[in-house]
């Protein structure tokens, strides 16, 4: 599809609307792959899409300019095949275009696709005239890979961000204020959570760097994925700004599984004392769950519990694989710690546990709480008092 975001600023992406998806992380509402076509005395095509869409994606270029040889810059502000899959093509049909990208992009595209092509590379402060408009480039490595940059626009102040400040989100209508706020921001936190949350350092910095550096002014932000930014600024940058400061809410989440309901038994009574002391819990059990889902939760929550029963000696499976994906995240979450059950074994899941905690780099890690088989009334009593306890250490 076509649309007149600005004067000569056109949106060419594309809607992905059967995405379920994105290399393990559920995308409920699908997706879009976001292009940009910006026309002057030269023409730049700002980002393009995922290699399967590559004819639809064309045919929407043709609809703005009818020849793909009038475009001069082919921009690529990320190598990532969701953003660059239709290159090879776009290539072959603008044989005059340069590609633009960073220094460290040229090197990845290179590789990537092993092609001998015109490519420049660019730094910091860099610019391209187009005629009356001017591209400005501002490298911002790990957000998401080594080679990401974003590009600014003037005189129109328009950000075109690649990853930051997008979701997966698919609807025929653009714009921010054509579609509910609340949805929006929805998954513009499980885009966070789920993507960047582990470089929230480097985003601080980047939103320094952009808003009070560079001192730039943002009329309107185009990301890669999801809706365009433009009545809501604000609001994104807010929300940006807060989970890059690792800030935390007083929330709780309960998370774990079960084999024969001994660990369940466990989670709900904790959850009982957590609730008794007025902090906002929510209780996942991981079979059948969405982990990505409960990683959106991960990004704003103080405190977490993961209990699992014993199996082999070791944490259940799907807890195993809910840790492994926690701390690659680096979440923000001040205090944690553990429960579950065992059988026959004294040797139980709570060493295995209590260790994929601390290289989360969690700063607070209760002591684990743990019974042989089936929890009586009294360790249930215990179990409550376990939450009671966490949910202090929350408030505190």
């Not at 982990?291 to 990004?299: A, H, Q, W, Y």
Request: proline share 5%.
């Amino acid at each position: 599809m076509k649309l007149e975001l600005a004067k000569d600023v056109f949106y060419v992406g594309i809607i992905d609307w059967n995405l379920r998806d994105f290399h393990g992380y559920s995308t409920h509402r699908g997706s879009t792959y976001n292009s940009y076509l910006v026309l002057d005395e030269k023409i730049a095509l700002i980002d393009n899409v995922k290699a399967p869409f590559t004819d639809e994606f064309i045919e929407n270029i043709k609809e703005v300019i009818g020849d793909l040889n009038k475009i001069d810059y082919l921009i690529c502000n990320h190598l990532e095949g969701d953003h660059t899959g239709s290159l090879p093509k776009l290539v072959e049909l603008c044989p005059n275009a340069r590609i633009v990208t960073s220094e460290r992009g040229k090197a990845g595209f290179l590789r990537m696709y092993k092609k001998n092509w015109d490519i420049q590379a660019v730094k910091e402060g860099d610019t391209i005239s187009l005629g009356k408009r001017t591209l400005t480039f501002v490298p911002v490595p790990m957000v998401h890979w080594p080679d990401s940059m974003v590009t600014y626009l003037t005189p129109d102040n328009i950000l075109f961000s690649n990853d930051a400040f997008g979701q997966h989100y698919a609807s025929s209508k653009r714009l921010d204020a054509q579609n509910p706020l609340s949805e929006i921001l929805e998954e513009a936190k499980k885009y966070y959570a789920n993507i960047v949350m582990h470089v929230s350092g480097i985003i601080k910095n980047v939103l320094k760097k952009v808003t009070e550096d560079l001192k730039l002014q943002i009329d309107m932000i185009c990301p890669s994925h999801g809706i365009v930014w433009k009545e809501h600024i604000g609001v994104i940058l807010k929300h940006y700004t807060m989970w890059a400061n690792r800030e935390t809410v007083e929330k709780a989440l309960v998370i774990y599984d079960t084999m024969w309901h001994s660990t369940e038994k466990m989670a709900i009574a904790i959850t009982k004392g957590i609730q008794e002391e007025g902090v906002d819990v929510k209780v996942f059990r991981l079979t059948g769950m969405d982990l990505s889902d409960i990683i959106t939760e991960v990004l704003d929550a103080r405190g977490v519990l993961v209990g699992s029963p014993t199996l082999n000696n070791g944490m259940f499976p799907t807890v195993g694989a809910f840790l492994t994906y926690f701390k690659g995240l680096r979440p923000p979450t001040k205090i944690a710690g553990s429960f579950g059950s065992f059988g026959w074994n004294p040797k139980n899941a709570m060493d295995q546990v209590m260790a994929e905690l601390k290289e989360a780099r969690i700063p607070e890690i209760m002591a684990p709480l743990t019974y042989n088989f089936i929890p009586d009334p009294e360790e249930l009593v215990k179990c409550k008092e376990f939450g009671k306890e966490f949910a202090k250490k929350i408030k505190s």
